[in-house]
């Protein structure tokens, strides 16, 4: 697995694509073992550069053919129709508690939420609520790695990186609030 915690630019090659969805143009980065980043509310596809330069030193590779099961899986999820993406992930941008924070996101089910304390416990880390909410925030797979599925424990919807008004789109999808 590729370290990276410093988020300094990764030295392997990259691919990436943009497309347009129902939250606007989002940018999809993978390395060689998986999707890397999404990079969601893109003002034009030209902006992804500036991601692609922290990334990788912009040593990237525009290849829509990538990503383009992914983008049909997007297209799905959107419209209701998936509820599990089935793509390979490289978590390797996180620490590896990001990692353990990220990888349990994967088991809360389609349709359902979690508490942060609900997500804490899970990783056997029952005092780290709030570390854990710090690392649903640095989830650079958002949607694909559903920290949208995580709310406060009285319900309240909590932050997202994206905007509080995407995780509440993204959770009526699933019907899940």
């Known amino acids: 697995m590729i370290k990276n915690y410093s988020h300094t630019p990764l030295d392997i090659p990259i691919t990436y694509t943009v497309f347009k969805n129902k939250i606007g143009l989002t940018g999809l ?16 596809e030209n902006s992804i550069a500036k991601h692609l330069t922290q990334l990788s030193h912009g040593k990237a590779t525009k290849k829509p053919s990538h990503f383009k099961d992914l983008i049909k899986q997007f297209s799905l999820y959107f419209d209701g129709n998936l509820k599990e993406f089935n793509y390979p992930l490289d978590l390797s941008l996180g620490t590896p508690f990001q990692q353990k924070v990220w990888k349990k996101l994967l088991t809360i ?10 997500l804490a416990s899970a990783i056997k ?5 709030r570390a854990v909410g710090n690392a649903n925030g640095k989830n650079p797979i958002s949607i694909v790695v559903p920290c949208h599925r995580v709310v406060r424990e009285n319900g309240e919807l909590g ?19």
């Open 125 to 129: 880390n029952p005092q780290a609520p």
């Open 29 to 44: 980065v993978a390395s060689s073992k998986g999707l890397l980043r999404i990079i969601n509310k893109l003002p034009n």
């Open 109 to 118: 089910p389609y349709g359902k939420t979690r508490s942060y304390k609900w």
């Open 159 to 177: 932050g997202y990186t994206g905007g509080v008004s995407i995780k509440r789109f993204l959770l009526d999808i699933e019907q899940a609030y």
